[in-house]
């Protein structure tokens, strides 16, 4: 995951950074086509893997919901940032450093199962 989110960071750095043509716009779209939804199927192996699957339509219903509600703050802020400053450039910088701060948060995640003790029952 954490590969995938610096993968995704550098390409809009590239973007940014060179002048914007057809070519560049398509490299870009590219770029992020391939890494679009590459976190989706790592995410609920993820989440699977860690804490077993009894619960899993919860536990990732709850992280694909958070994934909307932050999909839907990213453009709506976009357009009250271009709305006030005319461009997007704040928020192509803030979604290079979010970015980032997402692969710092992911890369030290263990990937091993939970170790979970088993309650003693009393003997009668």
Not at 116 to 124: D, E, G, M, S, V
């Amino acid at each position: 995951l954490a590969i995938l989110y610096i993968a995704r960071s550098f390409s809009i750095i590239a973007f940014v950074m060179i002048p914007v043509t057809n070519t560049s716009a398509l490299l870009f779209a590219s770029f992020t086509g391939l890494l679009f939804l590459g976190t989706v199927p790592l995410t609920s192996g993820l989440v699977a893997q860690i804490f077993g699957t009894q619960y899993m339509a919860m536990l990732y219903g709850f992280a694909f919901s958070s994934h909307q509600v932050g999909s839907f703050l990213g453009i709506w802020i976009g357009g009250v940032v271009f709305d006030l400053t005319g461009n997007y450039d704040a928020i192509w910088w803030s979604a290079i450093v979010l970015g980032f701060i997402a692969a710092a948060m992911h890369w030290p995640i263990d990937e091993r199962p939970v170790v979970r003790t088993r309650l003693q029952t009393p003997a009668t």
